[in-house]
């Protein structure tokens, strides 16, 4: 199941690239996304980050399944599970992602669809791992 109809609805693959592209230029600007920086800083990077929700927002959006294809799954809860994902957070993530489609012309009914399909699945994210930060500070 898809949380869109079809990626054609908001342009197709070169839509979606830029829609990524802005969304992370966003984290990598903004002060909503300070943290988001820091909790991918502690793992592959921003630019990782930039393919890989490109290829699964493909898949997500009814397109070409490339996370799929390279890792064997879709489960989004699973790709995070190791991330101290707090309500702020998701709640950064989303104001960013809304900036993001509002920047690149994105409007209408399937932007909607999507903006509620993103705020349900932020807010399975949402979890109680332990912050690495206060993993260091037990440590030292």
Not at 21 to 38: I, Q
Not at 66 to 94: C, F, S, T
């Amino acid at each position: 199941m898809t949380m869109i109809d079809d990626i054609d609805d908001i342009g197709g693959e070169a839509r979606l690239r830029a829609l990524v592209e802005t969304f992370y230029d966003l984290v990598e600007t903004l002060p909503e996304g300070s943290n988001l920086r820091r909790l991918h800083a502690r793992g592959h990077g921003v630019a990782h980050a930039r393919e890989e929700q490109f290829n699964f927002l493909s898949g997500f959006m009814g397109g070409r399944a490339y996370y799929k294809e390279k890792h064997g799954h879709m489960d989004v809860k699973l790709m995070h599970a190791h991330v101290p994902i707090r309500l702020e957070d998701a709640q950064n993530w989303l104001i960013c992602m809304r900036r993001a489609l509002a920047d690149e012309g994105h409007t209408g009914p399937h932007v909607d669809k999507l903006n509620a399909a993103f705020a349900r699945v932020a807010e399975i994210l949402i979890n109680d791992v332990p912050d690495w930060e206060d993993d260091l500070d037990r440590a030292t």
